[in-house]
């Protein structure tokens, strides 16, 4: 099971949950791009900037979007919309159909990784600085290494992996006990949202445990759209029962531009320009090399939630990001398989 980041949620679930024959997986996402030759250094190079940049830019996204947007109506339409234009365009270009159980299987396998832990994510953030949510979602690794581990009978952790999760321990510590907007009281709330982003990541993981297999479609493009719609859908009924229950009903006029050119940001760069460009370099580029992206991203969203969102860089977080990307890197490699 590959690990792979998408702003903390998309494409690391999806792959992960594709458990099919190499070359049948292969095949899938060749008929998604075009030409086989060697790529250009130029292409390549594009292709990187793209899942580096936009995938390390959508934490911030998200908490633009959520300043005057909803956080499950965010969710829902990135992922509703996102999803749509992804199926339309693969079933037109492909023919492929799809079926009940296929959508059946689509719904049950989005609740986790979509509706449960995109959901903590934009709603976490409507308080938490979206640099220390980067940065506490990019520990998945450490979770998907102990939780396999210690209840779906995985490998052992390796030396190496040992020293990744006391690193991305540390992390943790120095990133939400250096915070100076902290206030650790449960009448703050703010460890509460701090547990929201941890959480996030310990229900991604569990799902793609649980959901290995879903057998949703065999192609994977096809399969994408379908569970982000699926995923959408279950956020947007969310939303509207929220809202009925509370009786608080935001009109789309009280949306302001920021907002919504954030949210149409997270649409078509954050769920389609960088998910197109991580899978042709997964057909193009050694699956390792792609994997850099898990501890490129959060650096870039420290940085840019710092530069465009008048984010504080504290010396908490200058101490805490070398230790999370440290961590990250030692929990992606696998000694067994190097040697």
């Known amino acids: 099971m590959k690990m792979i980041t998408l702003d903390g949620v998309i494409i690391r679930y999806v792959l992960s949950t594709q458990n099919r024959p190499a070359n049948r997986m292969k095949r899938g996402i060749i008929m998604s791009s075009a030409g086989t030759g060697k790529p250009s250094k130029a292409a390549l190079v594009f292709?990187?900037?793209?899942?580096?940049?936009?995938?390390?830019?959508?934490?911030?996204?998200?908490?633009?979007?959520?300043e005057t947007i909803p956080p499950?109506?965010?969710?829902?339409?990135?992922?509703?919309?996102?999803?749509?234009?992804?199926?339309v365009l693969r079933s037109v270009m492909s023919g492929y159909r799809t079926a009940a159980e296929g959508w059946k299987n689509a719904f049950y396998a989005s609740l986790l990784p979509f509706?449960?832990?995109?959901?903590?994510?934009?709603?976490?953030?409507?308080?938490v600085p979206s640099s220390i949510a980067a940065l506490l979602v990019a520990l998945e690794p450490l979770w998907f290494c102990l939780i396999g581990w210690l209840f779906f009978k995985g490998a052992r952790p390796s030396g190496?992996?040992?020293?990744?999760?006391?690193?991305?321990?540390?992390g943790i510590f120095f990133l939400v006990a250096g915070d100076p907007n902290a206030d650790f009281s449960f009448e703050s709330g703010y460890i509460?949202?701090?547990?929201?982003?941890?959480l996030s990541g310990v229900t991604w993981v569990t799902g793609a445990f649980i959901s290995k297999n879903p057998r949703i479609h065999e192609d994977l493009l096809m399969s994408s759209g379908m569970q982000m719609m699926c995923g959408g859908a279950v956020m947007m009924l969310i939303h509207f029962m929220i809202s009925a229950f509370t009786g608080n009903y935001r009109?789309?006029?009280?949306?302001?531009?920021?907002?919504?050119?954030?949210?149409i940001y997270l649409i078509i760069f954050g769920s389609l320009v960088a998910y197109s460009s991580f899978l042709w370099l997964m057909r193009v580029q050694p699956a390792?090399?792609?994997?850099?992206?898990?501890?490129?991203?959060?650096?870039?969203?420290?940085f840019l939630g710092w530069f465009l969102g008048g984010e504080r860089l504290t010396?908490?977080?200058?101490?805490?990001?070398?230790?999370?990307?440290?961590?990250?890197?030692?929990?992606?490699?696998?000694?067994?398989r190097d040697k």
């Open 315 to 336: 010396m908490s977080m200058l101490i805490a990001t070398p230790l999370i990307v440290a961590s990250v890197i030692l929990l992606i490699r696998d000694p067994r």
């Open 160 to 170: 190496s992996h040992y020293a990744g999760i006391v690193l991305g321990f540390l």
């Open 251 to 263: 009109s789309m006029a009280s949306f302001s531009s920021r907002s919504l050119l954030a949210l």
């Open 72 to 87: 499950f109506f965010s969710g829902g339409a990135r992922f509703l919309c996102a999803g749509t234009i992804l199926f």
């Open 192 to 198: 509460i949202w701090v547990m929201m982003l941890i």
């Open 47 to 66: 292709a990187y900037l793209m899942v580096y940049i936009i995938w390390g830019s959508t934490y911030l996204g998200i908490r633009f979007s959520v």
């Open 288 to 302: 390792n090399r792609v994997a850099t992206h898990a501890f490129v991203n959060p650096v870039v969203a420290v």
């Open 115 to 127: 509706v449960v832990s995109y959901g903590l994510i934009t709603t976490a953030e409507t308080v």
